[in-house]
C-alpha cells in the first residue's frame, strides 16, 4: 500500500494542499505520521475521499487557451487512477492502471503513449466507451447441505 505526501495527495484529488492540511488537522482525512512527524497518506485514503465526492462536484478544468487539451467530453464511463506501469513494443503500448484496489490494463498505440507522455506514477484518466457490458457475479461459498424436510 503506498503512501502519499499531502502534496502528492492534494494534487491526485484536485484540491489545494492547504486545503488537504486542514483537513488533516481536523480529522477528516486518516493519516501516519513518520518518525519526524511528517504526514502521510494511504492510497486507499484518497480512493475513499474520491468516492466521498458528490456526482455535482467536478475537478477543476484545464483552462481552454491551452492547446490539446479537453475541457469538456460526452463519456460519463471515467475511472480516475494512476499509472503503475507503461509497456511499449513495437507499434504498440500497454498502460496499467490502477483505480482504487483494481488494475486496468489499455493496449493502445506508441504514438498514443508518447503524444500523452504517460509515465509511471502519473496520474491519468480511463474513458470507457463500449455497446456492450457484461456482468458477472462471484459464486457464494458453498453451505453444508441440510436434509430438506417434506411438506406434508
Keep these: 500500500m503506498a503512501r502519499l505526501t499531502p502534496r502528492a495527495a492534494a494534487d491526485r484529488l484536485g484540491i489545494g494542499y492547504s486545503t488537504l492540511k486542514q483537513w488533516i488537522y481536523q480529522g477528516r482525512v486518516r493519516t501516519t505520521q513518520t518518525a519526524?512527524?511528517?504526514?502521510?497518506?494511504a492510497d486507499v485514503e484518497i480512493e475513499r475521499l474520491l468516492a466521498r465526492r458528490s456526482p455535482t462536484s467536478q475537478p477543476r478544468v484545464p483552462e481552454a487557451s491551452v492547446p490539446g487539451v479537453i475541457v469538456a467530453l460526452s463519456s460519463r464511463n471515467r475511472l480516475?487512477?494512476?499509472?503503475?506501469?507503461?509497456?511499449?513494443?513495437?507499434?504498440?503500448?500497454?498502460?496499467?492502471?490502477?483505480?482504487?484496489?483494481?488494475?486496468l490494463t489499455?493496449?493502445?498505440t506508441r504514438?498514443?503513449?508518447?503524444?500523452?507522455?504517460?509515465?509511471r506514477g502519473d496520474d491519468a484518466l480511463a474513458?470507457?466507451?463500449?455497446t456492450e457490458v457484461m456482468i458477472g457475479r462471484e459464486a457464494a461459498p458453498a453451505a453444508k447441505a441440510t436434509p430438506r424436510?417434506?411438506?406434508r
Excluded: P, T, W
Design 36 to 41: 519526524g512527524g511528517h504526514h502521510r497518506i
Design 106 to 108: 489499455a493496449v493502445i
Design 149 to 151: 424436510r417434506s411438506r
Design 111 to 119: 504514438d498514443a503513449i508518447e503524444e500523452l507522455k504517460l509515465r
Design 80 to 103: 480516475r487512477g494512476f499509472i503503475e506501469e507503461v509497456r511499449i513494443d513495437g507499434l504498440l503500448g500497454q498502460v496499467r492502471l490502477r483505480i482504487g484496489n483494481q488494475l
Design 127 to 130: 474513458i470507457i466507451k463500449s
